[in-house]
């Protein structure tokens, strides 16, 4: 089979990752680390935003810098609300009371958030840059939208 002019075969030396490519791997990073590997995946994604961070172009850099936020978004979410209920237990409410307050509230939080993670999974698929809701940075000026 022959390629076309316009679209000429990879070379196989080239394993560079262009900027779509690498949104799309932090934010199936990001929806990975809520769905099937919690803790693994964050610290891959911490690891790549170390490593990488402002030094991409500005589809990848945004996509990575909102996948960060988002993800201590939801550390910092989920820290607050073990805290509330600590103190709820110490002040006596009851243990059912406590209970269903975790679970109501994590399953918001976190639906919610896995929703966001497939928004900017589709986003990105599509070249496009998006902004989390409440825990996300603001866009840089230059990012496609």
Known sequence: MQH???????????????DKDFAVLVESLYVANLLILPVLAFIILAL??????????ALADS??????SASIGIGVFFF?????????????????????IAIITFTIIHATMVLFGVFGLAKALSGKCWRYPVVGKPLPANCPE
Request: hydrophobic share 40%.
């Open 80 to 100: 607050i609300t073990a805290l509330t209920v600590m103190l709820m237990n110490l002040v006596g409410v009851e243990d059912v009371t406590l209970w269903m």
């Open 4 to 18: 076309s002019e316009s679209n000429p075969p990879a070379s196989q030396g080239d394993s560079k990752m262009d």
């Open 48 to 57: 790549i935003f170390l490593k990488k961070h402002g030094s991409l172009p």
């Open 63 to 68: 996509h990575l810098e909102q996948t960060m």
